[in-house]
C-alpha cells in the first residue's frame, strides 16, 4: 500500500502543477495516469504544438512545459503510478481514502484531488473480429515500452503522429527488425516533418510504406501469439504478412470511466465542483483541472492551475484543523524540498 498526504488522480498539467502547490504546504502527493508517461493530453494529442496562453512563456511547446513542470516538481519528490487506471476509491472509517488502479496497485491517502482532465484515454480499436483475443499477445495500442519490439516484425497502423512518429522511431533507433506502416490513404495527417521522414525511410528500404490499405484481419501462430495480419489494399487485393506484433495508433477517446461511479456529484460528463476550494460532493475528495465543471468554467491549464492552487489550501486546513497556514510568497520563503 502506497500511502501519502494526497493522491492525484491524473499526471496532465494540472496535476503536475498541483503538486508544487502542495509540495509548498509541505504536503506529498503521488499521481497516477493511465498513460504510460505524464503529460496528458499535452503529450497524448499535441506534444509539438505551441502554446501562447502561459504566463510568462510568450510561446512555448506543449511537450517543453511538460518537460518544465516536472522539474520544477522534483524538488518534491512527487511518486508516480504511470500505466494503471484509477478503478476504485474507498472510503475507511478513518477518513482515508484507498486509490485501487486497474492493475492491483494501492494507495492510501487522507485528501484524493482528480486531475482528470477528460476522463481516461481509451485507443480507437479497428473492426478486426478476434482483435481482442490477441491483445498482450501481439496487439498493442499503446507503445509503452519500444524494447519489446527488439528484432521483432513489427506492424503499425494510422496516418497521424504517433502512427508516424513511433515509425520514425523503432526504425531510426534500430529497434524493429522489420516495420511496416499501413494506412489507409495516400496523404497523412501529421506533422509534415514526420511525413517527410517516413517517406524518406520508404524510398531508403528501411521500412514498407504500404497506402490505400487496411488491416482487416489477424492470425495466430503456435501458443495463440499473433503471426500475420491480413492486408487489404485498394488494388493488389489481400496480402498475408507475417507480423510479431500489430499496433493500430489510431488515437485515443476520452471517457469519464470509473469516475462517474464514485458518488460524486456530475453534470455533462464532468464533476461539479464548489468554487470556494474546489471541493466536490465528497469530503476529502477534489476535482481540478478539465474534469471539473462549475459556472463559467474554462478548460484552460491556466485556469486548472489556479484550481489546484486553491484546492492544496483546503486540502492542507482538512489534514491539520489545528495548523495554521499564512500564505508565504516562494521570494521571501523560496521553496525548500523533501
Ligand atoms: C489540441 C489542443 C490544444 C490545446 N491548446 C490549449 C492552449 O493553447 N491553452 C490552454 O490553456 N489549453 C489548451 N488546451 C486544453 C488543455 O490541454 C487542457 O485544458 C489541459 O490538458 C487540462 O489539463 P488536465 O491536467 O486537467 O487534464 P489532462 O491533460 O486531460 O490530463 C488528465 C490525465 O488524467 C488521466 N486519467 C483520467 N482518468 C484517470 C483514471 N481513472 N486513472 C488514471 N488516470 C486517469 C488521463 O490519462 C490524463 O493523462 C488544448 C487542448 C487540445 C486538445
Same mark, same amino acid.
Given at each position: 500500500?502506497?500511502?501519502?498526504?494526497?493522491?492525484?488522480?491524473?499526471?496532465?498539467?494540472?496535476?503536475?502543477?498541483? #503538486?508544487? *502547490?502542495?509540495?509548498?504546504?509541505?504536503?506529498?502527493?503521488?499521481?497516477?495516469?493511465?498513460?504510460?508517461?505524464?503529460?496528458?493530453?499535452?503529450?497524448?494529442?499535441?506534444?509539438?504544438?505551441?502554446?501562447?496562453?502561459?504566463?510568462?512563456?510568450?510561446?512555448?511547446?506543449?511537450?517543453?512545459?511538460?518537460?518544465?513542470?516536472?522539474?520544477?516538481?522534483? #524538488?518534491?519528490?512527487?511518486?508516480?503510478?504511470?500505466?494503471?487506471?484509477?478503478?476504485?476509491?474507498?472510503?475507511?472509517?478513518?477518513?482515508?481514502?484507498?486509490?485501487?488502479?486497474?492493475?492491483?496497485?494501492?494507495?492510501?491517502?487522507?485528501?484524493?484531488?482528480?486531475?482528470?482532465?477528460?476522463?481516461?484515454? *481509451?485507443?480507437?480499436?479497428?473492426?478486426?473480429?478476434?482483435?481482442?483475443?490477441?491483445?498482450?499477445?501481439?496487439? *498493442?495500442?499503446?507503445?509503452?515500452?519500444?524494447?519489446?519490439?527488439?528484432?521483432?516484425?513489427?506492424?503499425?497502423?494510422?496516418?497521424?503522429?504517433?502512427?508516424?512518429?513511433?515509425?520514425?522511431?523503432?526504425?531510426?533507433?534500430?529497434?524493429?527488425?522489420?516495420?511496416?506502416?499501413?494506412?489507409?490513404?495516400?496523404?497523412? @495527417?501529421?506533422?509534415?516533418?514526420?511525413?517527410?521522414?517516413?517517406?524518406?525511410?520508404?524510398?531508403?528500404?528501411?521500412?514498407?510504406?504500404?497506402?490505400?490499405?487496411?488491416?482487416?484481419?489477424?492470425?495466430?501462430?503456435?501458443?495463440?501469439?499473433?503471426?500475420?495480419?491480413?492486408?487489404?489494399?485498394?488494388?493488389?487485393?489481400?496480402?498475408? @504478412?507475417?507480423?510479431?506484433?500489430?499496433?493500430?495508433?489510431?488515437?485515443?477517446?476520452?471517457?469519464?470511466?470509473?469516475?462517474?461511479?464514485?458518488?460524486?456529484?456530475?453534470?455533462?460528463?464532468?464533476?461539479?465542483?464548489?468554487?470556494?476550494?474546489?471541493?466536490?460532493? @465528497?469530503?476529502?475528495?477534489?476535482?481540478?483541472?478539465?474534469?471539473?465543471?462549475?459556472?463559467?468554467?474554462?478548460?484552460?491549464?491556466?485556469?486548472?492551475?489556479?484550481?489546484?492552487?486553491?484546492?492544496?489550501?483546503?486540502?492542507?486546513?482538512?489534514?491539520?484543523?489545528?495548523?495554521?497556514? #499564512?500564505?508565504?510568497?516562494?521570494?521571501?520563503?523560496?521553496?525548500?524540498?523533501?
Amino acid at each position: 500500500m502506497i500511502q501519502t498526504d494526497i493522491v492525484i488522480i491524473g499526471a496532465g498539467p494540472v496535476g503536475l502543477f498541483t #503538486v508544487f *502547490e502542495a509540495g509548498l504546504l509541505k504536503l506529498r502527493c503521488h499521481l497516477i495516469d493511465s498513460l504510460p508517461e505524464p503529460g496528458g493530453q499535452l503529450i497524448e494529442i499535441y506534444p509539438k504544438k505551441p502554446i501562447y496562453d502561459i504566463p510568462g512563456y510568450p510561446v512555448v511547446n506543449a511537450g517543453d512545459l511538460i518537460a518544465r513542470l516536472m522539474e520544477q516538481i522534483g #524538488v518534491f519528490k512527487p511518486g508516480f503510478t504511470l500505466g494503471e487506471t484509477v478503478t476504485k476509491l474507498e472510503e475507511t472509517a478513518d477518513q482515508k481514502f484507498i486509490v485501487t488502479t486497474n492493475k492491483g496497485t494501492m494507495h492510501q491517502a487522507p485528501i484524493v484531488i482528480i486531475a482528470g482532465g477528460l476522463g481516461v484515454f *481509451e485507443p480507437r480499436k479497428p473492426p478486426i473480429e478476434n482483435l481482442a483475443a490477441f491483445e498482450d499477445k501481439g496487439v *498493442e495500442y499503446i507503445i509503452k515500452d519500444p524494447e519489446l519490439y527488439r528484432d521483432k516484425n513489427v506492424v503499425i497502423s494510422g496516418g497521424g503522429d504517433s502512427a508516424l512518429d513511433w515509425t520514425i522511431y523503432l526504425s531510426e533507433k534500430k529497434i524493429a527488425g522489420k516495420i511496416a506502416l499501413v494506412h489507409r490513404r495516400t496523404s497523412f @495527417r501529421g506533422h509534415l516533418d514526420s511525413v517527410q521522414k517516413v517517406m524518406d525511410l520508404a524510398a531508403a528500404g528501411q521500412i514498407d510504406l504500404i497506402t490505400d490499405a487496411e488491416v482487416v484481419g489477424i492470425q495466430p501462430r503456435d501458443g495463440g501469439h499473433l503471426g500475420a495480419v491480413l492486408i487489404k489494399h485498394s488494388t493488389l487485393g489481400d496480402v498475408v @504478412r507475417p507480423a510479431d506484433h500489430f499496433i493500430p495508433l489510431f488515437g485515443l477517446t476520452p471517457s469519464l470511466g470509473p469516475i462517474a461511479d464514485w458518488g460524486l456529484d456530475i453534470e455533462k460528463n464532468a464533476v461539479k465542483v464548489d468554487t470556494f476550494d474546489y471541493s466536490t460532493s @465528497r469530503k476529502g475528495i477534489y476535482a481540478v483541472g478539465d474534469i471539473n465543471t462549475y459556472p463559467g468554467k474554462l478548460k484552460l491549464i491556466l485556469c486548472g492551475f489556479h484550481e489546484g492552487t486553491l484546492a492544496v489550501q483546503s486540502a492542507f486546513a482538512r489534514i491539520y484543523p489545528n495548523k495554521k497556514n #499564512v500564505l508565504k510568497y516562494t521570494t521571501v520563503n523560496g521553496v525548500s524540498g523533501f
